[in-house]
């Protein structure tokens, strides 16, 4: 099993800046991607950014240009440099690791941060 660690949310004002960090865990074998996904109170789970297994760099439409995606020195790690903060920003932050073992890919989500803006 592989265990998912989100870090660093907070409340902030419009126009602040936050990082999140995502720590993986535990039985991994390979990830495959990394990602980040958030949820909002009454709407479903979307994707934020991600970096996928060629190398390229992802970001939803509304993120672009304000949010960063990176990956630790340590593969197990990522984080969310998220600047020019709005308030339809605010959400609960997941961290998504995709594992891939003998061919077979399993997501692995951790518990969630939550971030709050405030205008």
């Known amino acids: 099993q592989v265990q998912v660690v989100e870090s660093g949310g907070d409340l902030v004002q419009a126009g602040g800046s936050l990082r999140l960090s995502c720590v993986a865990s535990?039985?991994?074998?390979?990830?495959?991607?990394m990602g980040w996904y958030r949820q909002a109170p009454g709407k479903k789970r979307e994707f934020v950014a991600a970096?996928?297994?060629?190398?390229?760099?992802n970001y939803a439409d509304s993120v672009k240009g304000r949010f960063i995606f990176s990956r630790g020195g340590a593969k197990n790690t990522a984080y969310l440099r998220m600047n020019d903060l709005k308030p339809e920003d605010t959400a609960v932050y997941y961290c998504n690791v995709r594992d891939e073992r003998g061919g077979i890919l399993s997501d692995f989500w951790g518990q969630g941060t939550q971030v709050t803006v405030s205008s």
């Open positions: 970096l996928s297994s060629d190398g390229r760099f």
């Open positions: 535990g039985n991994i074998f390979s990830i495959n991607t």
